[in-house]
Structures are given as structure tokens and as C-alpha cells.
């Protein structure tokens, strides 16, 4: 049984492995990019139609054999069609600085939500704003109103002002934008919660216990200004305290990281 085992093991060149690597390294970069889209739901779509294809031919069911096969003698093209902006963002990120494109969206990202909290937080204005980190957020996305817009401050402002129709919901950052307004988020059912509390502290606390998040909370009540993280929230702490955890939660990695982790 070892033999034939042993005969391809020395057939495999160092280029094979390369090969593989970074193939694997290709499709490892993909799912990164489509988790928590809305491509997520597509590529499962197509993966269905694929199975039912092979279905069909082993039960031989000729016509929708057939039928299937017309339609996936043009997967490439369908592949095009169906995930074009995927495609499209994709090929913007790759002739862009990905190191120092996201150090420059962090940093503005950070400097206008923090100048939108001073803001809301002296007008005693009630806002919550979730992080997106690594656990995608499209289902709760979806739940408020799509906006894709830059984040700035008179925006968020402008989202959280009382008696706009988006100000009772949450704000999701994705990637450095503001993906959606009036988002739904689940309220944390942990008993050891302070009564004194209220709906947005609660909801950012829920959906940091879910999550890896981090959620901004501007109290309506007191302006005080909070963070949750993990499940757990800091109280009344002032803009540069928000800043420097921000900054240490969404800033790039170091030099002194080994190059590999930079990398992936």
C-alpha cells in the first residue's frame, strides 16, 4: 500500500507545492472578501445548481440533465455576470497599497466617528455605532437600510438626529464605510446587566457577546459615551479614551509581526 504512496510523494516537485500554496492562498483571499455579502448566498445558489446536475445524471433524469448543462456551459460567463462588483472590488484592491490603504481608511474612519461622538454626546443625542471585525454582519446589515456612504461625522449626525427615521436603530461600519442605518441588533439576555441600562446599551452589549465587535454607545439620557467589547462595557469615558481604543483595536499590525501574519 506504501508504494504507490512513496512513487507520487517523489513525483512531487517543489513547484507543485508552490502551485498549491498559493492556490489555496487564492481561494482562502476569496472567502474573505465575500463573507457576510451577499455572494455568500449566490456561490450557494451555484454550488445547489451543481449538485443537482450530477444528481441528475446519476438518476437519469435526461431533461433537467440537460436543461442544467445548457446553463452551466456558461458557468464562466454566469460567474462574471452574477459577482461583477465582487469582481470589480477585487481588482481595485489588488492595484491598490492593501497595508496602507487600510491604515489610512482606519485612521479616518476613527477620527470622524470620534469627532461624531463628542458631537452627540454634547447635544445628548442617543446613538449606538457597531465595528464590523472579522465575523461578518450582513445578516444584521440587511435588517436596516443600505447606505454604502463614507463615514463622516455630520452624516452620522445627521442618521442619529431625533426624529429622522433611522435614529432609534444602529449604525454598521464595514470596511471603513457606513454599511447600513436603523439596523436591528439582539439584546443581550445576561441577568448581571445593570437595571439602569437601557435598549442601545443592551443591544450593543448583545451583539458583542454574538460577535467580535465593537460597539460605540452615546447614552440619550446623559451623553455619557461607552464601549462594548466581548460582552462587556466601559462607561462615561471621554473622546480620547475612545480614540486610543479604537486605534489599538483597528489599527494594522506592526513591524515586529512576523511578515507571513502581515500578509494573511
Partial sequence: MSDPLNQYLITIRWRDIIDILVVAYIIYRIILLI?????????????????VYFAAKSLELMTLHWLLGTVLSSLFLLIVIVFQDDIRRVLIQMGQSPFLKTQVKNFQAIEELSKATTTLAE???????????SVGLGDYINSGVILDANITKDL???????????????????NGRIAAGGCVLPLTSNPDISRKLGTRHRAAIGITEQTDTVAVIVSEETGGISVAIAGKITRDIDTGTLRRILHNTFAPEDAETPWWRRIL
Avoid: S, W
Avoid at 457576510?36 to 449538485?51: C, D, H, K
Fill in 35 to 51: 463573507k457576510g455579502t451577499r455572494a455568500v448566498q449566490m456561490a450557494a445558489g451555484l454550488a445547489v445548481i451543481i449538485v
Fill in 123 to 133: 447635544n445628548k443625542t442617543g446613538a449606538i455605532m457597531v465595528l464590523e471585525r
Fill in 156 to 174: 452620522l449626525c445627521t442618521i442619529f438626529y431625533k426624529g429622522t427615521p433611522l435614529h432609534d436603530g444602529a449604525v454598521i461600519v464595514q
